[in-house]
């Protein structure tokens, strides 16, 4: 875990077990692994916190033996008791400066955007790094705001200083517009948990990725 490099990948994979194939959380998580994920959230906003935390123990142990950067999202407690290197929160969730207070100065602590004024906000707030999105339309997340386009991803790139994930509707068809913006770390939830080779999935949108960055 280092705070200083929060995003240490190019693909950051999030939890979506309904969109997953009947695949349970631990078995997608393992493939991951497998495949060379570096940054794994656990987002599961339906199941009861009990559930929540069996697989969030399981899931931190996993990642820990594979040196992979564990964020837990929303649940700040969650976290806490599981160890995680970091939590991901929204703007509607408890302020940034009071999760710091009761998570210290070593974990992680990424926010959500949608505009530049909440990214100017999450700096000076102190976030490790910022969720910025969601990019395109999106139906994995209940409640999310309308799509912030490419145009607020090419602000953060040129006035941002922190580290930033690119997130929402983001697929293999689309993602080199959001490279080609300048997106260095991408999240993508169905589009990969919903893949029945989800290793030969990540190899296909990383070959993709790689060749944007060597045509720059």
């Known amino acids: 875990m ?3 490099n929060p995003l240490p990948t190019d693909l950051y994979c999030i939890t979506a077990e309904d969109y997953s194939l009947g695949r349970n959380n631990i078995e ?3 493939q991951w692994i497998a495949a060379g994920i570096k940054v794994i ?5 339906d199941k009861d916190m009990k559930k929540k935390y069996e697989e969030c123990k399981i899931i931190r142990e996993l990642t820990k033996e594979a040196g992979v950067m564990f964020i837990v999202n929303d649940d700040v407690d969650l976290a806490m008791m599981v160890q995680a290197d970091g939590v991901h929160i929204g703007q509607d969730d408890f302020p940034l400066e009071a999760v710091r207070q009761l998570v210290g100065d070593q974990m992680i602590i990424g926010i ?8 100017q906000g999450a700096v000076k707030s102190g976030a490790d790094y910022i969720g910025v999105g969601p990019i395109f339309k999106t139906s994995t997340k209940k409640n999310v705001c309308d799509p912030v386009g490419l145009e607020y991803l090419k602000y953060v790139v040129d006035n941002i200083s922190i580290p930033f994930v690119a997130i929402g509707g983001i697929k293999e068809s689309n993602v080199i517009e959001v490279v080609h913006c ?7 939830v169905t589009e990969i948990t919903q893949a029945q080779d989800i290793g030969k999935k990540i ?9 944007m960055e060597e045509k720059k």
């Open 2 to 4: 280092n705070r200083k």
């Open 28 to 30: 997608i998580v393992k």
């Open 41 to 45: 959230q656990y987002r599961e906003k």
């Open 112 to 119: 959500s955007t949608h505009s530049p004024e909440q990214a």
């Open 182 to 188: 300048g997106a260095k770390c991408i999240a993508m």
């Open 203 to 211: 190899n296909g949108i990383r070959k993709i990725i790689k060749g």
